[in-house]
């Protein structure tokens, strides 16, 4: 009996070593020829051999097994290891190594071509076309023309990526302005800023919100489900910091329309943002429940994400300041700026990271830098540092404006008009009802008071950009209501940039009469927009 037992534990272990030595022969064959099908046979005789060596291995008896189970795990260990061959490097690395140079090319030369337009604009001192509406016109020009350029997969160059955007491009321009912002004038309106970024964006996100989804129930715009609509008024409620600064830069308005504008703009993205996650889960009542619950969740929202963000803003503006203090980096410049290269951009992927709002914490992170770090930097690396961020924020809020007017022609659009100039009017009319009333109530606890025309240049001023246009390619619907959201958008962020930011500059000289003018210059707009309201392009 123990004779068999052994004559059959042996046949068992023998089949084991046919199959990895057949396992090892295909292996030879496949890497002389080339053969494709590799890993098909190998788990054809991989199989086959465990079926044959658990056959052999029930017949055994307890004495064996463990013994045989050994062998069973050698074998497939062996197995495994010899059945994945290490691959050559794949076509595909080269492909797309050529396909990310051919990007940074186009990149450097749309870039090159936009900071030449710019030198001749402030050589010739045309200061009534801002650089940001130049870029955007140069960027649409360049689309224009790759439309028609059949050579290599240009398209894929030109679209607008929300991530480059917000990862990219996005931080640099806000921690600049951090950076260099006139505390003082700040934080001596930050009641009013906040007012404005939290109420006022509110009331424009439930008029906007509203409307559209009223003018789709009445057949009057396009139709669009109740999660949609405020959804939509949510993001396009946002006034863009990137299209702001550039403007008012490019003006140099008055400090307290600056503050008061800029830092609304700044903190209402955070609200935005806030608003539009919060419609978007009543798509799931489950995850916010309804009546109370939704309006306290999305309040609990708002208030982790702005005092969480700011806080990781603080600690990381805190620990450079402490950390080039008891270290002592001046005798190599080049380790300081490193150093505040780096904590410039931790604080916005660590609030990123932890879906909080990045742009609030970079923000705070370089309003605090710039009053305690800045001081420990040797005299080399604070020049140095300044002109750095600026060039940086430079570049990458040209590229920001330059890729909006590429995305006029790189992606599919579905136009309609009675859509877009119904939104564009909502918008109007919830910036109104969100500046008058508040500054009204806000002057009787104002020591400087906000006058009529800053009110009404704070109005017409409200800059839709790049956050917008980013947010909508976000957003999850069909593939039709997709399209034209995004088209709704952009229109409206182009729209603003172009029409009002350049209508700003004449505006702000008229001291009487201002909103008759204005209300001429709406009317003149809108009535070439309906002029082509009954064509529906697609």
């Known amino acids: 009996m123990c004779t068999f037992i052994t004559l059959k534990t042996f046949f068992g272990i023998f089949i084991a070593f046919i199959a990895l030595w057949n396992i090892g022969y295909v292996d030879a064959n496949d890497a002389v020829n080339g053969y494709s099908k590799t890993n098909g046979n190998q788990e054809t005789l991989q199989a086959a051999s465990h079926d044959e060596i658990n056959m052999s291995l029930r017949n055994s008896s307890s004495d064996n097994d463990t013994k045989a189970n050994i062998t069973t795990e050698t074998t497939t260990l062996t197995t495994t290891t010899k059945g994945k061959p290490t691959s050559p490097p794949c076509k595909e690395t080269a492909e797309k190594e050529h396909k990310s140079s051919l990007t940074i090319f186009f990149i450097l030369l749309v870039l090159v071509i936009c900071i030449l337009i710019i030198h001749l604009l402030l050589q010739t ?4 076309l801002p650089e940001s509406i130049a870029v955007v016109l140069i960027g649409a020009l360049i689309g224009l023309v790759l439309k028609f350029f059949t050579f290599g997969n240009w398209r894929s160059e030109e679209a607008f990526s929300p991530t480059i955007f917000f990862i990219i491009l996005l931080p640099p321009i806000i921690f600049e302005s951090g950076y260099n912002l006139h505390k003082g004038n700040f934080f001596q309106n930050i009641g009013s800023i906040l007012v404005f970024a939290i109420i006022g964006t509110l009331i424009s996100a439930i008029i906007v919100g509203g409307g559209v989804y009223l003018l789709g129930q009445m057949d009057v715009a396009y139709k669009f489900t109740i999660v949609e609509s405020f959804a939509f008024g949510s993001l396009i409620s946002a006034v863009d910091p990137v299209a702001t600064l550039a403007i008012f830069h490019a003006l140099d308005v008055d400090q307290i329309l600056y503050m008061l504008v800029f830092g609304e703009s700044i903190l209402n993205d955070a609200v935005a943002i806030t608003l539009t996650t919060t419609a978007l889960e009543f798509k799931d009542p489950n995850l916010v429940g309804s009546g109370a619950g939704a309006f306290f969740h999305a309040v609990w929202r708002f208030c982790l994400m702005f005092f969480a963000s700011s806080a990781i803003g603080v600690v990381f503006g805190l620990t450079s300041a402490l950390l080039l203090k008891f270290i002592d980096l001046r005798k190599t410049p080049s380790l300081e700026i490193g150093i505040m290269l780096a904590f410039s951009y931790l604080p916005y992927s660590l609030a990123e990271g932890l879906q909080l709002s990045g742009i609030m914490a970079i923000l705070f992170c370089g309003v605090v830098m710039s009053h305690y770090t800045h001081l420990n930097l040797s005299p080399v690396a604070q020049i140095t540092v300044q002109q750095l961020f600026r060039t940086v924020a430079f570049i990458a809020e040209t590229c920001v404006f330059a890729y909006l007017g590429l995305a006029i022609f790189s992606f599919k659009f579905i136009v309609k008009p009675a859509f877009v100039i119904w939104s564009i009017a ?16 806000l002057n009787y606890f104002r020591e400087h008071k906000i006058t009529r025309k800053t009110q009404f240049i704070m109005w017409f001023s409200g800059l839709r950009g ?13 593939e039709e209501k997709s399209y034209v959201l995004v088209t709704t958008t952009l229109i409206i962020v182009l729209f603003t940039v172009m ?40």
């Open 125 to 128: 001192n045309f200061h009534y």
């Open 426 to 441: 909502l918008i109007l009319i919830g910036r109104a009802i969100n500046i008058f009333p508040l500054s009204f109530i």
């Open 466 to 478: 790049a956050i917008a246009f980013a947010l909508s390619l976000q957003l999850e619907s069909s």
């Open 499 to 538: 029409f009002l930011g350049g209508a700003t500059m004449p505006l702000m000289k008229v001291s009487t009469g201002c909103i008759s003018v204005v209300v001429k210059l709406l009317t003149w707009h809108f009535s070439i927009l309906g002029s082509i309201s009954g064509t529906d392009i697609c």
